[in-house]
């Protein structure tokens, strides 16, 4: 029973208008209250991040059969080996405690004082140790648009891409949390019209838009994961900003795809939110033709309408939104993702990452990348007051945020934003 999703719950907690975090989301993430140094798990009801660690010791969960010690770890991670039905349980459970209705743990002013603090009082980190990490390349438009920049209309998809979820395994070690400035990348790459390669920073730093799912443990090596069960290996997701070098990615890219173009960082939100949550903002993928073999073919509402933004902030200006997305235009799902993940018998781990790559729409305020805003730096995009870019320059602040809407209920992700800052 998902009560946690009750649209008519309200909380004694305060939560501002158009929170992306009302009772109905209840989050799980990692932070240390600057009080002290000890990291807890915790989850965020409007502007107030939740001790879970301390509700647990105090007795609140004590229904639930949790260990003694799974909030007093630096991640996730063994918390989401406990399965799907341990977290529906504990969601439940927090909306049952701070419902406006239970006076419960309301009523202990000591008690809130241990378990309770403004978002200011704490400092956000990594919620998941990521052993793994997979970028998929999901996005018909996505696709179609690079591939027409490089290779012309005719030839824009692949000859595998309608038959298949493309992906590639990234680098877990450079991603990082949302907040976090990343330095412009160097390397080679070879201008246009030159004999022979240059060393030196990027020239063409882009954003990408995407979302990433975590995984629990999966199946034994060598088992695979149905397509029809993948989402009960899923835990939940978060925004995903996947920098790129493309000038970087351009000239090592043939023949065995990115490498130092993309694993110099990747960004993340700080809290993840649950498949359960986002359950009620379920709708239709697109329509695949050809239809996908057997082990691919997903029925029903197997995405979610999740309204997706960029925005653009140069040092001292104001943000200039220059994308507007959404998730449900991804040609391939999630379960879909996993599904052919596993197919060959891969297995996967409590905290890996699997992120959408690049989420465009059909029009071209939908792309989720400068390189397709831009038109390959073709089209210089406008920004507020003044200036433009083609890609991203140094001190620029890129920003995405995401959220669901529905009948008054919004469930949000946050943001993730993150600061370009000049080559080392």
């Known amino acids: ?210 979302m990433a799912f975590i995984t629990t443990d999966g199946k034994a090596l060598g088992e695979r994961i149905e397509v029809q069960e993948a989402e009960d290996y899923i835990f939940g997701m978060v925004l995903f900003n996947d920098w790129s070098a493309r000038d970087i990615q351009a000239w090592e890219y043939v023949p065995l795809g990115p490498f130092l173009g993309k694993n110099f960082g990747s960004s993340i939100s700080a809290w993840v939110v649950t498949l359960d949550a986002l359950e009620p903002f379920r709708t239709y993928s697109p329509e695949q033709k050809p239809a996908p073999l057997d082990y691919l073919k997903s029925e029903g509402k197997k995405t979610f309408d999740i309204e997706l933004e960029v925005l653009i902030k140069p040092e001292g200006q104001e943000e200039s939104k220059v994308c507007h997305s959404n998730f449900k235009y991804l040609y391939w799902n999630i379960s879909q993702q996993l599904a052919h993940h596993t197919v060959n018998g891969c297995n996967v781990n409590a905290g890996d990452m699997m992120a959408s790559g690049t989420i465009s729409g059909p029009t071209e305020d939908s792309y989720g990348s400068m390189l397709e805003l831009s038109w390959r730096g073709s089209k210089p995009v406008a920004l507020k007051g003044s200036g433009s870019r083609t890609f991203i320059e140094d001190m620029d602040t890129v920003i995405m945020r995401g959220h669901c809407k529905k009948e008054g209920i919004r469930i949000g992700f946050g943001e993730v934003s993150a600061q370009v800052l000049p080559a080392l």
């Open 1 to 210: 029973m998902l009560t946690a999703n009750d649209p008519n719950r309200k909380s004694w907690l305060n939560v501002p208008l158009d929170s992306d975090f009302p009772i109905q989301n209840i989050p799980f993430g990692v932070f240390i209250p600057y009080e002290d140094d000890a990291t807890t798990i915790g989850t965020r009801i409007g502007n107030t991040a939740i001790d879970l660690s301390a509700l647990h010791q105090y007795g609140y969960l004590d229904g639930l059969k949790l260990p003694e010690d799974v909030f007093l770890q630096d991640t996730l991670n063994d918390f989401i080996t406990l399965g799907r039905p341990t977290w529906r349980a504990m969601r439940n459970r927090i909306a049952e405690l701070f419902d406006e209705k239970n006076n419960e743990l309301r009523q202990s002013e000591e008690h809130c004082k241990h378990i309770l603090y403004g978002l200011h009082e704490v400092q956000m980190l990594m919620p998941v140790f990521i052993q793994d990490y997979t970028d998929f390349y999901s996005s018909r438009e996505h696709a179609e648009n690079v591939g027409t920049m490089f290779r012309g209309k005719e030839n824009a998809l692949m000859p595998n891409w309608l038959h298949l979820p493309v992906g590639y395994h990234g680098r877990s070690s450079s991603i990082v949390i949302s907040g976090e400035p990343l330095h412009r990348p160097k390397g080679q790459r070879k201008p246009k019209d030159a004999d022979a390669p240059v060393f030196g920073p990027s020239q063409q730093m882009d954003f990408e838009l995407e």
